[in-house]
């Protein structure tokens, strides 16, 4: 499988269980999605928001928990 190189900015291609990642210049992952097209979409929905300033509040969660049970 190939990657597709989009809009001189991100990489798309397709993974494991027929899933479709983006990754950025520098193979940082960006968005999963069911098609190349939707992956397309949402990646430049997702740039164009970063480019006019909404990602600078980002919070990012874990999924893990600690302790024991």
Known sequence: MSKQ???DCF???QKKYGL???TDKEG???ITALT???CVR???FYLKGL???WGND???HEGTVGGKL
């Open 36 to 38: 190349e097209e939707e």
């Open 51 to 53: 480019q006019e300033g």
């Open 58 to 60: 980002i919070i990012t």
């Open 11 to 13: 990489y798309v291609e």
């Open 20 to 22: 479709w990642d983006s």
């Open 28 to 30: 940082k992952g960006l």
């Open 42 to 44: 949402a990646t430049r």
């Open 5 to 7: 190189f989009y809009d």
